[in-house]
């Protein structure tokens, strides 16, 4: 699966001519003299494609909201794909996506175009921030200074995570600009994800930092939240992402060859990918480690018809896999698995379930995290919701859900479950429950079976991506003995 690398110059005159991404495809690997409009369209398709295929699919098979159903997708769900497995993934971030970003920050630069700059400084932390929270340490400093050279330096993660903040302030300055300091076009259509608006980019500058900040909280959980909070608010005004309209994402085409990335794995892999037991456990209303085949209870998720397709199709039942048991159930539902699905970097509704999570770590007795749960909750629904007709996403049900699903106890230990819980439903394929997962141990997801081999010697859920064979052969830097335990991510010791 890729997105159709037609010639440069044929992706500029359809962009200049006003094509969205529905109506053209674009090109991963732009030539050094594209001008900066054709950049930013390939650059933000190819790193949300990527995002979707590379890194999504394969982490929500390992906290199990998908299954390697069939298919070479099995060795995803037992963790046997070997280091081979991961070269797409390598090649596909650094030089199909953050190659071409990198140039694009640097003709923003020369051509004094601070709106660009900013927009590709913050796609290339988040590019930046995805590889190293799959695989740790990373090349980084050396990584697109030196293309075509193979023995790069791999910067230590925490140092990468220093970094990362520094560059979402700078971007945030450069976007604070005025236009007339752009000495040239402004972003518009060709940014696929705000149509140029930077105060949406801002605000999702800001969440971004308040999310790289809860990742440490196993290091200092209360100077973790306590940046969080900073991070989304300004003395009291909120300044992350507003609501579900200001959710960081892109929308794919129509087109076989620029679609959803879920929908062409299905299309050409077909039952590959099914969704997880206890993904599914927790949509029919059960918990997490309740047997796949147990009647839905009270409370079904209202967003269930539009997260899963019925299993047998034609029913009204939903089933999901055991972890490392091939088979074929529940599949990615409409709401994500069509053409023109989106891709979502980072959302309102992660946003406030930041603040739930910081404020019970600080006090949690603090009645405004239930406010941001609940809204947590409740911008999921709006954004994947549209038919209020299904029985079981009526407003009556959905504020019957949010009570019985999204009401904490003031007890911390049960309550971050809570929050986690809801958070890993709400922001089904992405990569981030898996972050969370390692963070917080939630949600208690069982073992897979058929787990325990070389790869994975203790048959745990992976806390790692090992190294891709293609840079265990070429880089003499790479760090050795890596697999799916080892070395955990500096934020996860």
């Given at each position: ?5 037609y ?27 594209a001008?900066v ?7 933000e ?15 929500s ?7 390697g159903?069939n298919?070479?997708?099995?060795s995803?769900?037992?963790y ?14 650094y030089?199909?996506?953050?190659e ?16 660009y ?50 560059q ?14 752009n000495?040239g ?14 105060r ?15 990742h ?6 209360a ?29 794919f ?8 990335p ?22 029919n209303?059960?918990?997490v ?12 998720d ?5 997260f ?8 009204n ?15 990615i ?8 699905s ?6 309102f ?5 930041l ?22 909750i ?23 859900y949010?009570t019985?699903?999204g009401?904490?106890?003031g007890?911390?230990?049960?309550d971050l ?44 859920i992976p806390?790692r ?11 003499k ?17």
């Open positions: 699966m890729k997105i159709n690398r010639n440069i110059l044929l992706i500029t005159f359809l962009l200049l001519n006003g094509c969205r991404l529905a109506e053209t495809n674009v090109s991963p690997n732009a030539s050094s003299d001008p409009s054709a950049l930013l369209s390939g650059s398709a190819t790193l949300s494609f990527s995002l979707g295929v590379d890194a999504g699919l394969i982490t098979t390992y906290v199990q909201q998908t299954s159903a298919g070479d997708a099995t995803n769900g037992n046997t794909a070997g280091p081979v497995r991961f070269n797409a993934v390598w090649t596909n971030f030089a199909n996506a953050l071409n970003l990198y140039l694009l920050q640097i003709k923003a630069g020369q051509q004094n175009l601070p709106y700059k900013g927009i590709s400084r913050i796609l290339l932390t988040f590019g930046f921030g995805t590889l190293t929270d799959l695989f740790g340490d990373i090349p980084y400093t050396q990584a697109l200074k030196q293309r075509g050279y193979t023995s790069l330096a791999y910067d230590k993660q925490e140092d990468i995570y220093k970094s990362l903040q520094l979402l302030d700078t971007a945030i300055s450069e976007l604070s600009q005025v236009a007339a300091d000495q076009a402004l972003p518009a259509a060709d940014d696929f994800i705000f149509n140029g608006d930077v949406k980019w801002i605000a999702t500058a800001w969440t971004l930092k308040a999310r790289y900040a809860i440490l909280s196993r290091l200092d959980g100077k973790a939240a306590a940046n969080v909070l900073a991070d989304l608010y300004n003395n009291g005004t909120w300044r992350g992402i507003a609501n579900g309209r200001q959710d960081a994402q892109l929308n085409g129509s087109a076989a060859t620029n679609a959803n879920y929908y062409q794995q299905n299309l050409t892999r077909p039952g590959w990918i099914g969704l997880g037991a206890p993904f599914v456990n927790l949509l209303g059960n918990q480690v309740d047997p796949p085949a147990q009647v839905a209870g009270a409370f079904v209202p967003r269930r018809a539009y899963a397709t019925p299993s047998p199709a034609g029913t039942s939903y089933s999901g896999s055991v972890g490392g048991v091939p088979g074929a159930f529940s599949l539902g409409s709401y994500y698995g069509s053409a023109t989106p891709v979502v970097l980072i959302s509704s992660e946003a406030k379930f603040e739930a999570e910081a404020r019970i770590i600080i006090n949690p007795a603090d009645p405004l995290a239930q406010t941001a749960l609940q809204d947590a409740k911008a999921s629904f709006d954004k994947v919701i549209t038919n209020t007709d299904d029985p079981f996403a009526t407003p009556a049900k959905q504020a019957a949010i019985a699903k009401s904490l106890t007890a911390f230990a049960t479950k809570t929050v986690i819980t809801q958070k890993y439903i709400a922001l089904f394929l992405q990569p981030e429950s898996w972050t969370d997962y390692r963070r917080t141990g939630y949600p208690d997801i069982p073992l897979a079976q058929n787990a325990t081999h070389g790869f994975n010697p203790n048959g745990n806390r991506v090992p190294y891709p064979q293609s840079e265990q052969s070429l880089n830097n790479t760090p050795a003995g890596s697999n799916y335990q080892t070395p955990r991510p500096w934020w996860d010791q």
